[in-house]
């Protein structure tokens, strides 16, 4: 007996390194995946797998990308499955370069597969579990939300899909749906993965991927099958981070350091009270916690 046994879930992105991973575990635990990938060849590898381990699988290779391919993703999946319980997004690609160098075209794919790939999906998928009356939603983020020099395009899109996943929990549970994220951090090579997660990185622009070695994605798929579990029920609106040995939970984006004057604030007080008040709290952005390097001034 499996924890997910008689669901149905869809994963996107599913020949992925996590999506893979993500998928198998799912239906380890009972689960029937639909493995969408716009690689075929991954994402039937993938299938494969899960059939030969006496699981239930199958193919669909529909880009994410685009409204009407990911209503058809879902459809397919509730024509094999007959319903839709879970929903993860891992589809994914990302075009490099710095602000100025930018092209549009980067941008579009950028924000096509990830911001409206996961909008399209969970559109379709959210309607399928509304009619249901359950279903967990996994949105995928990623530490670049804080800001990720080089990769602003994905970053904005993690950022999107950050306050999206807040959006749509709120919309979502009074029809018994969740909507939680996780924000993974996994590489494929197991032989030189690490079972720490290491928190500082040596990222800059034009630099691809991890500069240090991180845990397997194996290590994160727990949370995924956690977040679709009935056990998790009480779960939604949360940013989770699981890597190896860590996990962890994404602080909700809110005002915490305050200053009052009844009259309002006018220039003279900015710049009279500013740096002692409010100003003695910056951070600096990105995915390392630094301490604040402006407080002379930003110089070019
Ligand atoms: N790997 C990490 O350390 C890490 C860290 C932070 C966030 N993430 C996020 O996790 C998710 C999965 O990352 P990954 O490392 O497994 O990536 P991956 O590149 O290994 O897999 C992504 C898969 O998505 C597929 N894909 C691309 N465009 C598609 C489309 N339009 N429709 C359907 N499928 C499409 C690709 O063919 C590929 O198989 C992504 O959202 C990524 O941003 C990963």
């Known amino acids: 007996m499996g924890t997910l046994d008689g669901k149905a879930a869809i ?16 239906a380890r635990e009972g689960a029937r995946v639909l493995v969408n990938d716009v690689d075929a060849e991954r994402a ?8 030969a ?25 509730l024509d094999v499955f007959g319903r839709v319980d879970t929903l993860v997004t891992c589809a994914h690609q990302t075009r490099f370069g710095a602000i100025w160098k930018l092209r549009e075209k980067d941008y579009d794919a950028t ?35 804080n800001g990720l020099p080089g990769v602003s395009t994905y970053a904005a899109a993690k950022g999107g899909i950050l306050s999206a996943t807040f959006s749509w929990a709120l919309e979502l549970a009074d029809h018994g749906i969740r909507v939680n994220a996780i924000n993974p951090a996994a590489q494929g090579d197991e032989e030189t993965a690490t079972r720490h997660m290491r928190w500082h990185w040596d990222f800059s622009i034009d630099k691809v991927g991890w500069t240090e070695p991180v845990p397997t994605a194996a290590s994160v798929a727990p949370l995924v099958v956690y977040l679709a579990c009935d056990d998790a029920d009480w779960i939604t609106g949360q940013v989770l981070f699981l890597s190896g040995d860590t996990l962890a939970l994404l602080r909700h ?38 301490r604040y390097p402006w407080y002379d001034g930003v110089k070019g």
């Open 11 to 26: 994963v996107t992105g599913g020949g992925g390194l996590l999506g893979a991973e993500f998928s198998r575990a799912l």
């Open 44 to 51: 039937e590898a993938v299938v494969q797998k899960i059939q």
């Open 53 to 77: 381990s006496g699981g239930e699988a199958v193919v669909d290779v529909r880009s994410v990308d685009s409204w009407d391919g990911a209503g058809e993703m879902v459809a397919h999946g």
């Open 111 to 145: 924000l096509d597969v990830h911001l409206k790939g996961h909008f399209a999906c969970v559109h379709h998928a959210s309607r399928a579990m509304v009619e249901q009356g359950s279903g967990s939603i996994v949105t995928v983020c990623s530490r670049a939300l």
């Open 253 to 290: 984006p809110r005002e915490e350091r305050f200053g009052f004057k009844p009259d309002g604030w006018s220039l003279e007080d900015l710049q009279r009270y500013f740096k002692d008040t409010v100003g003695a709290s910056l951070e600096m952005p990105g995915m390392d916690v630094p």
